[in-house]
């Protein structure tokens, strides 16, 4: 009988230990396993696309780990790649699609893109999916331009700045240039709607208008809009400042002549001026004469620009000067008519 209790006490300790080491493996063995990330495949080629194709493929996701698999960030290298995930959670055992969309528009040739994804998997926290696509571009215009910015500077109210600007056509099929949106200060040499064939390039003029801007800084843009499937309008920038334009003034040297009546030396029958026009504006003489018949001047008129300067010459003719008053000093001047503009407006 006691025998038989004992070996019934063994019985039961060998139960107890077996159980305890099975609760024991179990835990271990489910702690060994956790969230496992699986990915039926690492890269999809498209093959050969057009451009206006936007194609889609589906990743599967799966977790084949013990525990849930928690998908925390989807992140693509690229504006061009959509993705979309039906679950962001995913038991053991199950799985998710992972459904992404490229955008061709622009590429051309072979295009490669990775989309990355975040996870709890500690062995695998960030792994990625690459899309492959050789693309076909479609036979397009295609706008290029020289410049998207037009300093002016500083300039004087009243200036009229000019500014050249190419627009090229890179593309296969007609550019055709067909709005100009700028502002009241602002004139283009160009008619719109303006084509541009392949391979070619227009110049287009801009005139900034600053007579009617108020004093200060200039602001502005230029919108150009086209058919370029890629890039349908443009801006251009325009900076400055804008100053009260300075009168024109107008320098004469010197301020006087002296002809001597009793050489015959021909020099001394020529008076020399120097004109300058120090303004910012440029300055027409319109009128040059003098009060005796006897003084001629070499030029009827003078047209000076900014910074410019000219030389004036007076002739004094002996044989003409009367004889009672070649024996006494006697004063004769120079007259200057300047054109000074004005401007009336309604």
């Known amino acids: 009988m006691i025998r038989k209790n004992k070996i ?4 039961i300790s060998i139960v107890v230990i077996v159980g305890a080491f099975l609760i024991f493996y179990n835990i271990q063995n489910k702690s ?58 995913i038991k053991p055992g199950q799985l998710a699609e992972l459904q992404i969309t490229f955008n061709p ?8 893109k990775d989309i990355h994804i975040e996870s709890n998997d500690p062995q695998l926290p960030t792994t990625k ?12 215009p295609q706008a290029f331009f020289s410049d998207s910015q037009w300093d002016l500077g500083l300039i004087s109210q009243g200036d009229f700045p000019a500014f050249t ?16 949106d700028a502002s009241e200060y602002i004139q283009y040499d160009t008619e719109i709607p303006l084509t541009i064939l392949p391979g070619e390039k227009q110049e287009v003029i801009f005139t900034y208008n600053s007579s009617q801007h108020e004093l200060g800084e200039v602001r502005e843009s230029i919108r150009i809009y086209c058919n370029d499937p890629r890039r349908k309008a443009l801006s251009l920038r325009i900076d400055g400042y804008i100053k009260e334009k300075p009168a024109p003034t107008v320098s004469i040297s010197p301020v006087g002549a002296s ?13 020399r001026f120097v004109l300058v026009n120090s303004g910012e504006e440029g ?10 018949d006897y003084l001629v001047p ?12 000219e030389n004036l010459q007076v002739i004094l003719l002996k044989d003409r000067i009367p004889d009672k008053i070649q024996e006494e000093e006697i004063k004769e001047y120079l007259y200057l008519t300047v054109a000074i503009p004005i401007v009336i407006n309604r």
């Open 165 to 180: 600007f190419t627009i090229e056509n890179k593309g296969e099929l007609d550019l055709i240039i067909d709005k100009v």
């Open 129 to 140: 999916v690459t899309i492959i696509a050789e693309v076909e571009p479609i036979p397009s």
């Open 259 to 271: 002809f001597n009546l009793i050489t015959n030396s021909e020099d001394e029958t020529i008076g």
């Open 32 to 89: 060994s396993q956790p969230p496992t990330i699986s990915i039926s495949e690492e890269e999809w080629d498209f093959g050969k696309i057009k451009e206006d194709e936007r194609p889609v493929h589906i990743f599967n996701i799966k977790n084949i780990g013990k525990e849930e698999l928690i998908i925390s960030r989807v992140r693509a290298s690229c504006g061009c790649t959509a993705t979309m995930l039906s679950s962001d959670n």
């Open 298 to 309: 070499l030029a009827s008129e003078i047209e000076l620009n900014s910074g410019e300067k």
């Open 8 to 11: 019934i006490i063994i019985l």
């Open 105 to 112: 528009t622009g590429f051309n040739g072979i295009v490669k």
């Open 283 to 292: 300055i027409k003489i319109t009128s040059i004469e003098t009060s005796a």
